[in-house]
C-alpha cells in the first residue's frame, strides 16, 4: 500500500510516471489502495473543477451504421437488429426535454455513415437545437468523418466531438474491427477534429480480449499527448450476436474486475489529466447497475449522459448485452440522480454548456 500511496501522491502533486508505473497503478485491487486512488482522485477533481456534475442528454438517433466492428452490437452484419433513423423533429423534442429540465447541453450519437444525406441530416438537426436553444452545449458522436463534414457540423453550432480511438495498441485495434476501420484513419479523425475547431473528446474500452494493463497505461499516456479536452470509457461487455461477445466468458468475478479497472482507469485519467471532463458511462453502470454511476463520479469522474430519446426506440440501440433500457425522461433521470449525488456529496450543474475546465483553460492563454 505504501508503494501505491506514494505512485498516488506523486500523480496529485503533478509529476508524471512512467508506463509502468500507471500499469501498475491501473492493475490494483485491493481495498484500501483502490480507496486511495480514487479518493485522491476525486479530491483533485474537487479541487480543480469542483464538485459539480454536468448532465447531457443523451439522443441515439440512428442505430444505421456502415461499419462492422467485432464488438459492437449495431454491427453492419447483425440483422437482427430493428435498423432507426429519427427524423429532425423527434431529434428536437428529445434534445428539449433536456435542455428545458436545465441539463445545459445534448448528445447526438449515432451509427456511422458518410452520405450526403446523413451529413445533411446531423447538420439540420444541429442546426434546429441551436436555433432553439443558442446557448446550449451540442456534442456530436458520430464516428469517422472527413475534416469538411467536421467543418460543416462545427459551423453549424456543434461545439463538441466524442471519437474513440478504443485502444491504441495497433495490433489489437486491427484485431477488433473490420478490414476498413484502420487506426491510421481514426487517428486522422481526431486530428481533423481537433483542426475543425471542436472540443474534442476520445476514450477506450477497458479489458478487451487480449488488452494489457500496460495497452490501458498507455492509452492514458495517448490521452495526454493528444491534449484532449474530454474522455468516455467503460468496460468491454460482450453482446452475444457479435463475434468478440460470442466466445466472451462473463462471469461475476470478471465483470467485478472489469469494473474495478474501469474505476482506476477514470481515477488515473482525472489524476495525469488534471481538469478535463471525463463521463461516467452506461457501460459501467451496465455491469454495476445499483452504484456504477455514482462510483464513477467518486473516483474522478464530472459527467453523466442520461438517454433522452424517444423511449420506444431505445431498445434497438444495444451496442452490449444488458445495456439498459430506462423509460424515464429528462425531468425525471434529473431527480434521481440529483438524489444519488446529494448522498455522496456531488451536486449536478444546471443550465451551463459544461465545457471542458481544460479547453476554456486553453483559449484564454
Ligand atoms: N462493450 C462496451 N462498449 C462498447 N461500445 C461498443 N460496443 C461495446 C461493447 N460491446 C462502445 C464503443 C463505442 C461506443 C459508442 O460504445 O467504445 O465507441
Request: proline share 4%.
Amino acid at each position: 500500500m505504501s508503494d501505491a500511496k506514494a505512485l498516488v501522491d506523486a500523480l496529485f502533486a503533478g509529476d508524471s510516471l512512467p508506463e509502468e508505473k500507471l500499469a501498475f497503478l491501473l492493475g490494483m485491487s485491493d481495498p484500501d489502495s483502490v480507496d486511495y486512488l480514487h479518493s485522491k482522485a476525486n479530491e483533485l477533481k474537487h479541487r480543480l473543477i469542483g464538485n459539480k456534475v454536468y448532465l447531457r442528454g443523451l439522443v441515439e438517433f440512428s442505430n444505421v451504421c456502415s461499419c462492422d466492428c467485432l464488438y459492437c452490437g449495431i454491427r453492419k452484419s447483425n440483422d437482427s437488429v430493428h435498423r432507426y433513423t429519427m427524423s429532425v423533429d423527434e431529434v428536437l423534442a428529445g434534445a428539449s426535454q433536456a435542455l428545458d429540465a436545465d441539463f445545459g447541453s445534448v448528445v447526438l450519437q449515432s451509427g456511422e455513415r458518410s452520405d450526403e444525406n446523413f451529413v445533411d441530416l446531423v447538420e439540420k438537426m444541429i442546426l434546429a437545437i441551436k436555433n432553439k436553444y443558442p446557448d446550449c452545449g451540442i456534442t456530436i458522436s458520430c464516428g469517422e468523418e472527413s475534416l469538411d463534414v467536421y467543418r460543416r457540423w462545427h459551423d453549424a453550432g456543434a461545439e463538441r466531438y466524442l471519437l474513440r480511438i478504443e485502444t491504441t495498441n495497433q495490433k489489437l485495434f486491427q484485431d477488433i474491427h473490420d478490414a476498413k476501420s484502420l487506426y491510421s484513419k481514426r487517428l486522422q479523425a481526431l486530428h481533423d477534429l481537433q483542426e475543425a475547431g471542436f472540443i474534442t473528446g476520445s476514450g477506450v474500452m477497458i479489458a478487451l480480449p487480449g488488452q494489457t494493463l500496460s495497452d490501458l497505461a498507455r492509452d492514458l499516456i495517448f490521452f495526454r499527448d493528444m491534449d484532449l479536452d474530454m474522455i468516455g470509457m467503460g468496460p468491454f461487455i460482450p453482446h452475444p450476436a457479435t463475434p468478440l461477445g460470442a466466445s466472451f466468458k462473463d462471469d461475476d468475478s470478471s465483470r467485478r474486475q472489469r469494473v474495478i479497472l474501469s474505476l482506476n482507469m477514470i481515477a488515473l485519467a482525472r489524476l495525469l489529466l488534471r481538469d478535463v471532463n471525463i463521463a461516467s458511462t452506461t457501460a459501467l453502470q451496465t455491469l454495476d447497475p445499483s452504484r456504477g454511476i455514482v462510483s464513477g463520479i467518486l473516483a474522478g469522474a464530472n459527467v453523466i449522459m442520461p438517454n433522452v430519446g424517444e423511449k420506444t426506440l431505445r431498445k434497438d440501440y444495444l451496442l452490449y448485452a444488458g445495456k439498459p433500457v430506462s423509460d424515464i425522461d429528462a425531468k425525471q433521470a434529473k431527480a434521481k440522480l440529483t438524489e444519488l449525488l446529494a448522498a455522496a456529496g456531488e451536486e449536478i450543474a444546471v443550465g451551463t454548456p459544461g465545457h471542458p475546465a481544460h479547453y476554456l483553460r486553453r483559449i484564454r492563454q
